[in-house]
Nanobody
Framework: QAQLVESGGGLVQPGDSLRLSCAGSGRTFTSYAVGWFRQAPGKEREIVAGISWTGDTPYYAESVKGRFTISRDNAVNTVYLQMNSLKPEDTAIYYC????????????????WGPGTQVTVSS
C-alpha cells in the first residue's frame, strides 16, 4: 500500500516555472509507476505525465511536451514534475497517483492518489 502527498503548487505568472513533488510512503512505493494528473474546473481529470518505477521512457501528454519533465528519486521516495513556460490553461489541481502495473493513461488504473495541489497561472 502507498500513501502519496503532493506539494509545490502555487500562483505564478505565465511563462514562470514550478516544480511539484509527490512524496510516497510505504515499502513498495519505489516499485510503482507514478502518474501526474490534473483537473481544471468543469473538466475531467487528465493525465499529464507518467513514469515507470525505473524512470525509463516517461510519458507526456501532447499539451505539455517540451515544457514539463517528470523524474523520480527512489532514494527519497519522491516523484517530481518540473513545469516550465506555464500557461493559463495549465491552471488546475494537480494530483499524483501510483499503480503497480506501469504507466497507464486512465485514472481508473491507479489505486493510490494524493489529495492534490493547486496550480494557478495568471497575470
Amino acid at each position: 500500500q502507498a500513501q502519496l502527498v503532493e506539494s509545490g503548487g502555487g500562483l505564478v505568472q505565465p511563462g514562470d516555472s514550478l516544480r511539484l513533488s509527490c512524496a510516497g510512503s510505504g515499502r513498495t512505493f519505489t516499485s510503482y509507476a507514478v502518474g501526474w494528473f490534473r483537473q481544471a474546473p468543469g473538466k475531467e481529470r487528465e493525465i499529464v505525465a507518467g513514469i515507470s518505477w525505473t524512470g525509463d521512457t516517461p510519458y507526456y501528454a501532447e499539451s505539455v511536451k517540451g515544457r514539463f519533465t517528470i523524474s523520480r528519486d527512489n532514494a527519497v521516495n519522491t516523484v517530481y514534475l518540473q513545469m516550465n513556460s506555464l500557461k493559463p490553461e495549465d491552471t488546475a489541481i494537480y494530483y499524483c497517483a501510483a499503480n503497480s502495473w506501469g504507466i497507464q493513461l486512465r485514472t481508473t488504473a491507479y489505486g493510490y492518489w494524493g489529495p492534490g495541489t493547486q496550480v494557478t497561472v495568471s497575470s
